[in-house]
Structures are given as structure tokens and as C-alpha cells.
């Protein structure tokens, strides 16, 4: 599906990847993967980027799980981020530190684009969405996906986010259907 669609960066969110699963397993032909493993069951985040992309990874703190990448495309200096936050881990924490990372990056970087799964729901209106929403939009980021991205018998939620620094960036966005890959729809 990567080649098939010829994305540039593909990012994962609770890869599941843990050190004992050797990258060139997990090869996709003329891609180059980068990999933030947790070490134990769940979590963890990636990049599937195109080798003819020249990147760099971004440090960034571990407190929350997170990869930054940056690349300069066409003269426009782009990092890019995944985050994850596994259900149980406390939002509060989660939104202060994702926080501390923009400030930290934004001086950096003419566009930034940040995707994952917050185990938050988007749809609703509860304080955490509201908070996350908060926080975006004082950093000037626009959350730009507005369908639900899992969906069960009995829920539908939006809690994988697309956000971007400035929507000129954004030609169009999305949700796919990948019924079988992943019980998450893929966001674009």
C-alpha cells in the first residue's frame, strides 16, 4: 500500500515494535524506517520515509512517546512528529509535554505537521479534547481530521489527529478504511 500510493512519509503510531524485531524484517523497498520502540508490550512510534527524501530525526524528550523528523522539500524546512499516548497514561501530562516540544521546535521550522493516536476523542466535547484543542490552537496548529478514526460495534472515535502549522501545507485529508491492517483508520 506504501508503493502502491507513493506516500513521502508514512508514520505509525503504536508500532507494538519491540528491540527483539529486527528493522530489516520490517523493510518496505525504497523506504527508510525509524523507530522509537517503548521496550515492552504496546506503544512505540515510526517512520516509513522515501529514500529520496533526506531527513534528520529530531531529538526530542522521552517523557512522552514521540519521533520527530525534518526535511526541506522544494526550500520549506518541515518537521514532522507522531506522538502516542496509551489510554491510561494521564492527558494533562501528555498535552504539557507535547507542548514543551512545539515551543521547543516551532522556532525551527517554516511548516510543522504532527499525526497520532491521543486516545483522546476529538468528537467530543470533554475537558481533554477541549484542552488538546486549547493547546493547539495556541501554537497556531489547526486539527484537520474530522471523521471518526476507530471504529467498533459499538463506538466510533476520533482519536488519531492530523494537525498542521498552516493549512497551505494541506491539499486534501482524510480517513481510509484499512479493514484487516489495524483496528485505526488511516488518516491522510
Given at each position: 500500500?506504501?508503493?502502491?500510493?507513493?506516500?513521502?512519509?508514512?508514520?505509525?503510531?503504536?508500532?507494538w515494535l519491540t528491540s527483539s524485531?529486527?528493522?530489516?524484517?520490517?523493510?518496505?523497498?525504497?523506504?527508510?524506517?525509524?523507530?522509537?520502540?517503548?521496550?515492552?508490550?504496546?506503544?512505540?512510534?515510526?517512520?516509513?520515509?522515501?529514500?529520496?527524501?533526506?531527513?534528520?530525526?529530531?531529538?526530542?524528550?522521552?517523557?512522552?512517546?514521540?519521533?520527530?523528523?525534518?526535511?526541506?522539500?522544494?526550500?520549506?524546512?518541515?518537521?514532522?512528529?507522531?506522538?502516542?499516548?496509551?489510554?491510561?497514561?494521564?492527558?494533562?501530562?501528555?498535552?504539557?509535554?507535547?507542548?514543551?516540544?512545539?515551543?521547543?521546535?516551532?522556532?525551527?521550522?517554516?511548516?510543522?505537521?504532527?499525526?497520532?493516536?491521543?486516545?483522546?476523542?476529538?468528537?467530543?466535547?470533554?475537558?481533554?479534547?477541549?484542552?488538546?484543542?486549547?493547546?493547539?490552537?495556541?501554537?497556531?496548529?489547526?486539527?484537520?481530521?474530522?471523521?471518526?478514526?476507530?471504529?467498533?460495534?459499538?463506538?466510533?472515535?476520533?482519536?488519531?489527529?492530523?494537525?498542521?502549522?498552516?493549512?497551505?501545507?494541506?491539499?486534501?485529508?482524510?480517513?481510509?478504511?484499512?479493514?484487516?491492517?489495524?483496528?485505526?483508520?488511516?488518516?491522510?
Amino acid at each position: 500500500m506504501v508503493q502502491k500510493s507513493k506516500y513521502d512519509i508514512v508514520a505509525l503510531g503504536e508500532t507494538w515494535l519491540t528491540s527483539s524485531i529486527d528493522s530489516s524484517k520490517l523493510n518496505i523497498s525504497n523506504y527508510v524506517l525509524v523507530r522509537k520502540d517503548r521496550g515492552s508490550r504496546a506503544g512505540g512510534v515510526a517512520f516509513y520515509t522515501n529514500s529520496k527524501i533526506r531527513f534528520e530525526v529530531i531529538d526530542s524528550s522521552d517523557i512522552i512517546e514521540q519521533l520527530w523528523i525534518s526535511c526541506i522539500l522544494e526550500g520549506v524546512s518541515i518537521a514532522t512528529g507522531v506522538i502516542y499516548r496509551q489510554p491510561s497514561y494521564s492527558y494533562s501530562i501528555f498535552i504539557n509535554e507535547l507542548e514543551s516540544t512545539l515551543i521547543e521546535i516551532i522556532p525551527y521550522y517554516d511548516k510543522i505537521i504532527l499525526v497520532g493516536d491521543i486516545n483522546i476523542d476529538m468528537l467530543s466535547n470533554s475537558y481533554a479534547s477541549s484542552t488538546f484543542n486549547n493547546m493547539l490552537q495556541s501554537m497556531g496548529f489547526s486539527q484537520i481530521i474530522d471523521s471518526p478514526t476507530r471504529i467498533t460495534s459499538c463506538t466510533a472515535t476520533l482519536i488519531d489527529v492530523v494537525c498542521a502549522s498552516d493549512l497551505d501545507i494541506v491539499h486534501s485529508s482524510g480517513v481510509l478504511s484499512v479493514h484487516g491492517l489495524s483496528d485505526h483508520e488511516l488518516e491522510y
